[in-house]
């Protein structure tokens, strides 16, 4: 499989070949939906609890007496039909939402969705992605280059077009560069998953990341 690469300003330097087993894959979306939905789960975050009637503060004494009152028999004012009192069925921190993923599944459900993203024209290859100061107006210019090619005109839009920039490891002067743009974000390859590829329009990352890929992404 052959793309064209690009440099930074934008002008086509060459092309590259793409592994079959990387971005060759054909679209699952079964595999794509259940992978998504496990790692939305697993970043949940356990935030709403109420207390039971076991939990309230209180009520230990009989609010009157059984017989003889005319009233309604009580034993606790921590009864859930009282007012302050427990709650029934109500959230609780102790529940988990965590699912299993298999790594054959988040894996192949990664690639699965890189591979479409190529068929739909949204991964752009450069030559290298080199920043001489870690500078906000140094990254937009380059966003502006690579708005000029065609099928990523939308790149610098604010909303709806995010492009995501891959990286072979961390880089800090990139990262500094890149982080106060609002439609663009840095990743680095070995911390992808496939919320990051479902979040983001464009993919975009140096041809030297292809030769990784493999190690990164089948070992």
């Excluded at 998504?36 to 009157?64: E, F, I, S, Y």
């Amino acid at each position: 499989m052959k793309t064209d690469i690009y440099n930074q300003n934008g002008e086509k330097t060459g092309s590259a070949v793409l592994p079959k087993e990387i971005f060759g894959l054909k679209w699952n979306p079964d595999l794509v939906h259940q992978v998504m939905l496990a790692l939305q789960a697993n970043k949940r975050r356990v935030t709403a609890h109420v207390k039971t009637r076991a939990d309230v503060r209180g009520g230990g004494r009989k609010p009157w007496q059984q017989k003889g009152l005319g009233r309604a028999r009580h034993g606790s004012s921590r009864s859930p039909i009282w007012r302050s009192g427990g709650v029934t069925f109500g959230p609780s921190k102790e529940r988990v939402y965590a699912q299993k993923i298999n790594k054959k599944m988040r894996r192949k459900a990664l690639l699965t969705a890189i591979s479409q993203k190529l068929r739909d024209g949204e991964i752009l290859i450069l030559d290298e992605l080199k920043i001489k100061t870690p500078k906000t107006k140094e990254s937009a210019n380059i966003m502006k280059a690579l708005a000029k090619i065609k099928g990523f005109e939308k790149m610098t839009a604010k909303k709806g077009s995010a492009s995501l920039f891959l990286l072979p490891e961390k880089h800090g002067d990139i990262i500094r560069s890149f982080r106060n743009l609002p439609n663009a974000d840095i990743a680095a390859a070995p911390n992808l998953n496939l919320l990051d590829i479902l979040k983001y329009k464009y993919i975009v990352f140096p041809k030297d990341l292809i030769k990784k890929m493999e190690t990164i992404w089948q070992s």
